[in-house]
Nanobody, 118 residues
Framework: DVQLVESGGGSVQAGGSLRLSCVAS????????MGWFRQAPGKEREGVARTDSDDKTTYTDSVKGRFTISEDNAKNTLYLHMNSLKPEDTAMYYC?????????????WGPGTQVTVS
């Protein structure tokens, strides 16, 4: 079974940094594009960052220049490096396998990891 387990969230002050991790298992990690999503209270889930089929990355406008998505295929792990955090980044963050070059998730959502910026 596919499993994606997010970690690394926490409470930080505005301007701070966090690194989220997503450990994948149950499939061949390197064969899939991956994405980070977030959902704030009362809002719809949105795509934040993703890896694309041409080894490029895509970010939603609000995080460009502040967040970086990366991955370690040897560790089956996806990362989201978040710098210059703002209160509006407060949300539950999720990782997912995605249909390459889209924000379409391929699996059910995992537990997520909470990020709170004050």
């Amino acid at each position: 079974d596919v499993q994606l387990v997010e970690s690394g969230g926490g409470s930080v002050q505005a301007g701070g940094s966090l690194r989220l991790s997503c450990v994948a298992s149950g499939y061949t990690y390197s064969r899939y594009c991956m994405g980070w999503f977030r959902q704030a209270p009362g809002k719809e889930r949105e795509g934040v960052a993703r890896t694309d089929s041409d080894d490029k990355t895509t970010y939603t406008d609000s995080v460009k220049g502040r967040f970086t998505i990366s991955e370690d295929n040897a560790k089956n792990t996806l990362y989201l490096h978040m710098n210059s955090l703002k209160p509006e980044d407060t949300a539950m963050y999720y990782c997912a396998r995605i249909s390459c070059d889209t924000w379409y998730p391929l699996d059910d959502w995992g537990p997520g990891t909470q990020v709170t910026v004050s």
